[in-house]
């Protein structure tokens, strides 16, 4: 193995530690920044409680009636 390629071979490693370091960084600081914008809606008082799941309203009705053969 030649001086060349042993260099190549360390630069190329050393690169792909500092690739692999700077993404742990980045999903770090991601996961922290949502941290922090969801405490402040945790906080506030839960407002009513809104039905989940399908619902008939005035609109789906008016549908219902017109889609009738």
Same mark, same amino acid.
Request: proline share 6%.
């Given at each position: 193995? !030649?001086?060349? @390629? *042993? @260099? &190549?071979? +360390?630069?190329?490693?050393?690169?792909? $530690? $500092?690739? %692999? /370091? /700077?993404?742990? %960084?980045?999903? +770090? #600081?991601?996961? @922290?920044?949502? %941290? +922090? #914008? /969801? *405490?402040? =809606?945790?906080?506030? %008082?839960?407002?009513?409680?809104?039905? $989940?799941?399908?619902? =008939?309203?005035?609109?789906?009705? !008016? &549908? &219902?009636? *017109?889609?009738?053969?």
């Amino acid at each position: 193995m !030649s001086r060349k @390629s *042993s @260099s &190549y071979t +360390a630069d190329r490693r050393t690169f792909l $530690k $500092k690739l %692999a /370091a /700077a993404g742990g %960084a980045t999903a +770090a #600081v991601a996961m @922290s920044g949502r %941290a +922090a #914008v /969801a *405490s402040p =809606e945790q906080a506030t %008082a839960p407002g009513p409680a809104k039905q $989940k799941g399908y619902h =008939e309203t005035p609109h789906i009705r !008016s &549908y &219902y009636r *017109s889609a009738r053969l």
